[in-house]
């Protein structure tokens, strides 16, 4: 007997969490799938959490580097990028691990699997682990809850130049000297003020007239005026044209307001949006 749900919830993470138990309150029998290798979601493994204890680092070391500012004597502080990554990965496992506990113990049927559509109301499952799931469970209702992924861009010469995702920074133990941002919104501006205060030299790209385009327009002219009293380079309103290699170094060529100009740095981060991750469930989106 297939086992049936009034509600099914297509991924652990914050949002999906947060449904489950909203609908679990209101006496709905409610099932949550989680097919990621780690449970804890976009938010906690790959997002908000990991970026924020990245920030506190370079937040410090840059504060110290204006301690003689407030009358204190000290040498030039050295960051050690393996630490750095350590100690977010320590804390993102405690995160992660509360949310696990709660997935497990929330009142509803917490399946470890991959999901994948087979009609309007039945998922197809397939085990991530060791511990059995069913084929299939059906439901009246169902949230996606699957994240987000990197969207990738049509620029001349990006792939084959190379660069990093926002995925990628959070991996990285090895330090790099210059850093060419692609994007002025939440992610891209992250990681380059994390960066910058950590000593990197950071150039940022941005398309639209401003940086943070969808906030007030007094945010983002003072957070580009901040960039440029912290030493980044910051160009905004860009269009970029191709991507090249040269000696060495990574080149990205781009217009702005009609003049054409270039800058090169050691690596280039691609932070120009995110688009809904679900291939992996076959979802068809409504017409």
């Not at 580097?65 to 393996?82: L, M, Q, S, Y």
């Not at 920074?169 to 003020?193: H, N």
Request: charged share 30%; hydrophobic share 40%; aromatic share 8%.
């Amino acid at each position: 007997m297939i086992p049936s749900f009034d509600l099914a919830v297509i991924g652990g993470g914050s949002a999906g969490y947060a449904a489950a138990r909203t609908a679990r309150g209101l006496g709905l029998k409610v099932a949550v799938v989680e097919g990621g290798r780690q449970v804890g979601g976009l938010c906690i493994l790959r997002g908000c959490m990991p970026t924020k204890t990245f920030l506190e680092s370079a937040h410090r070391n840059h504060e110290i580097t204006r301690a003689a500012e407030f009358g204190i004597r000290v040498g030039k502080p050295k960051p050690d990028w393996k630490a750095i990554l350590q100690r977010k990965d320590r804390l993102i496992r405690e995160f992660a691990s509360y949310r696990k506990g709660q997935l497990e113990k929330g009142g509803f049927t917490f399946y470890r699997a991959q999901a994948k559509f087979l009609g309007p109301h039945r998922l197809g499952l397939e085990a991530v682990g060791e511990k059995r799931v069913p084929d299939e469970i059906e439901a009246k209702t169902f949230v996606v809850a699957t994240g987000s992924q990197t969207a990738r861009r049509e620029i001349s010469g990006l792939e084959e130049a190379g660069y990093w995702t926002s995925d990628d920074c959070l991996r990285v133990a090895r330090p790099v000297r210059s850093l060419i941002v692609l994007g002025g919104r939440a992610v891209a501006m992250e990681f380059a003020q994390y960066y910058a205060h950590l000593g990197v030299k950071v150039t940022v790209l941005q398309r639209s007239e401003r940086l943070l385009p969808e906030s007030d327009p007094e945010v983002g002219a003072v957070m580009a005026e901040v960039f440029r009293r912290n030493g980044m380079k910051v160009f905004c309103g860009t269009r970029i044209e191709r991507v090249e290699k040269k000696d060495g170094k990574k080149r990205v060529i781009f217009q702005e307001r009609g003049k054409r100009r270039f800058v090169e740095a050691e690596q280039i981060l691609q932070a120009l949006g995110r688009e809904p991750d679900l291939a992996g469930c076959d979802y068809r989106k409504p017409a």
